[in-house]
Structures are given as structure tokens and as C-alpha cells.
């Protein structure tokens, strides 16, 4: 793959990620979080499991991939120019802003919904706490998704 169609692939895919969030920051948690709250936390420990297969998995983790070695072409390339600090903006926006988010505050706050009894005062208090927080948070992954795709896109051009 050259450089470019590893930039473009990386650019894409980094937006694909950012849109899959943004739709539940802007509207899927707002639909859940008007549920009744023994409702919302069971469709969205359904989405939850839902998420954890190929199709999320892969674009998450592939955008991770196609972004880091974008990186490390322009670090083993020695010399970076405007083009090679975007590209590395763009992919530390992604490893940190979505995966780093990703592993460090949502996924925990999925665990904490997961644990949480069905039906009890808990749930009810976890998923209050819960709709608020995980989407302050996917909001800074689909913002970091953003700037990443912005970023990688924005090299090509510089």
C-alpha cells in the first residue's frame, strides 16, 4: 500500500469511527436516556453486546492500525514536514482521544452498567449517572475521530 492510500484509508476510517459515535452522542443516547431507566440500561447492555463483534471491533481497532503505521512511515521517513505533523497530529488524536478514551472511560462505564441488577435501585442509579458521563465521553471520541480524519485528510493536501 503506498503512502497516500495508507493516509486515505487511515483518513476514512478514522471518520467512519467518528460518525458511528456521533450518532449516539447526538441522538441514540438521548433515545435511551428518555426510556424508562430499567429499559434504556437494557437496550443499551444490548448495544453494548451488540458492539463487541467484527464490524465496531474492526473499524475501531483497524482505524488504530492504519493510523499508527501512517505515523510510523513518517518517523521512519526521518524528516517531518507539514504533511508528516499532520499525519501525526491525526493519528495521536486517534490512539489517545478514541482508543485511549475508549479503554479508559467508556468501556468502564460499561462494565459498572453491566454489573449493575436488573430492575434495581442501582440500575436506576447507574444509569442516571451512566447516560451522562458515557456520553461526555463518546463526545470527545467522536470529536477526536474529527480532528483525526481532518488532520490525515489535511497531510495530502499540505
Sequence with gaps: MTAVALVVAAAVASGL?????AAFSSFVMRALGGLPAGAGAAAMRAVNVAAVRPPLMTALFGAAVLDAVAAAGVLADGQVDRSGALVLAGAGAYLAGVVGVTVAANVPLNDRLAAAAPGSVEEAAVWAD??????RWNTVRTVAGV???????????A
Design 130 to 135: 451512566y447516560t451522562r458521563r458515557w456520553t
Design 147 to 157: 480532528v483525526a480524519a481532518a488532520a490525515l485528510a489535511g497531510s495530502l493536501a
Design 17 to 21: 469511527v467518528a460518525g458511528v459515535f
